[in-house]
């Protein structure tokens, strides 16, 4: 039977981990073991910041109903409290919408909350 080589594989891998590699700087790009590294750390990077991405937008919208309920007289707790004793049922990504674009409606649902709290 005859031997097998790996040279075919081996080329096949190596050519996928520098295609991966490509954008990176210098020796990042152009050898194996330093693309190979610079490719695992990227990897593991946008695993983790796939899910901070949910974390930073939440605390983004947080900041701006916060900022536009306090126009209001109104704190964030409150507000959010009061909408659901109101039976209001907005995530936080379509109040901070609301809070940046169509202020006036953002005033009504404060008035809203204002009523339902307790």
Partial sequence: MA????SV???????KILKQARGQFGARSKLYRTAKNAVERGWAYSYRDRRRRKRDFRRLWIARINAASREHDLSY??????????????????????????????AELTKLAKEHMH
Avoid: C, Q, W, Y
Wanted: hydrophobic share 35%; no cysteine.
């Fill in 3 to 6: 031997r097998v080589t790996t």
């Fill in 9 to 15: 594989t081996r080329k096949k891998r190596k050519k």
């Fill in 77 to 106: 707790s409150r507000f959010i409290s009061g909408l659901r004793n109101a039976g209001v049922d907005l995530n936080r990504k379509a109040l901070a919408d609301l809070a940046v674009r169509e202020p006036e409606a953002f």
